[in-house]
């Protein structure tokens, strides 16, 4: 064999195998006959075998086409069969994306936006990882996330999409002496004592930032890492604290109240976060696609 022969030119000696005729096949796959014809020569003479008899009425195949046909059908499924897997890894109804999340969100939104992408996109894997924002931040610098849905980043190191604004709001427990209507002030959380999160956490950042333009000083009683021992302790009767809104829904709504706050506004941005300079995953921005499109159309109805 002087040289490996084409898949093209597999292919058409495939197609005059079925059709046992020159001029059938080039007018099925668009080629003219002395194309056709000049490129069963050059595969003849590249295999070093003769593949077809021929003469002005039959096309047959000699002993080494028929040799050959069975090959060139595994190798022609076989190449299809590869470029249509992959094919759907290009597009991204196939592969894996690994997803970082703030826990309010993580526990709020997300999971339905996953079920909704998973009903359409059956073949992808979702990994789920909550951590607060300056963690998923390191882990997509890490390459163990591939985006996240966090606050803003603080380099240009990270293209950032916002879908939503989260403003800042009182919960206390319910039937306790702040049960009542109206917008409260930040001076509140100076007359009772302060459940905090932790500290370098988006949310802490942004109540100390708040609490220091409208010149009150607190002092937290408690400072905890999850949202779930946070409306365990107010729950409790233990405290009072100020939370975005998005995570009313990791604390008992029917056990606390809550109001919204006054003057300074207080309000934290939430948005998609991926590495400026790495082109995402095709399946990883297939889901960044869809969980933009849920979450705006979310952020507008509601």
């Known amino acids: ?22 001029s059938e096949t080039g007018r099925l796959a668009s080629v003219s006959q002395p194309a056709l014809s000049r490129t069963i020569r050059l595969l003849e003479e590249e ?38 897997e992959l094919s759907l890894t290009f597009s991204g109804d196939r592969g894996r994306v690994v997803i970082g999340a703030l826990p309010s969100v993580a526990a709020g939104m997300l999971p339905g936006v996953i079920a909704s992408f998973l009903k359409d996109h059956p073949q992808v894997e979702i990994i789920l990882r909550d951590h607060l924002s300056g963690a998923l931040y390191q882990q997509m610098q890490e ?21 939503m604004d989260d403003p800042m709001i009182l919960i206390a427990r319910a039937g306790g002496p702040l049960d ?16 905090a999160m932790a500290p370098r956490s988006s949310v802490r950042e942004l109540t100390d930032a708040a609490m220091h333009k409208a010149g009150v000083t607190v002092r937290p009683l408690f400072e ?16 009072v604290t100020a939370l975005p809104h998005s995570t009313l829904g990791m604390v008992d709504a029917s056990a606390v109240i809550t109001r919204p706050l006054g003057a300074p506004v207080a309000t934290r941005t939430i948005g998609i976060a991926y590495p400026a300079d790495r082109t995402l995953p095709p399946a990883a921005a297939a889901f960044m696609k869809h969980f933009l499109q849920v979450a705006r159309a979310a952020a507008l109805t509601g």
């Open 224 to 239: 905890c890492t999850q949202l779930a021992t946070v409306g365990a302790l107010i729950e409790a009767g233990l405290g």
């Open 47 to 84: 295999l070093g075998v003769r593949l077809f008899d021929r003469n002005s009425r039959n096309v047959t195949l000699t002993s080494a086409g028929e040799a050959l046909l069975p090959i060139v059908e595994r190798l022609a499924a076989d190449f299809d069969h590869a470029f249509s």
């Open 1 to 22: 064999m002087k040289r490996r022969p084409s898949l093209n030119s597999l292919r058409l000696f495939m197609q005059i195998a079925y059709n046992r005729s020159f």
């Open 180 to 195: 009542q209507p109206g917008t409260a002030d930040w001076s509140i959380f100076a007359d009772h004592p302060f459940i």
């Open 143 to 163: 390459r163990q996330v591939d985006l996240a849905i966090t606050t803003p980043p603080e380099s240009g190191e990270f293209a950032f999409e916002p879908f």
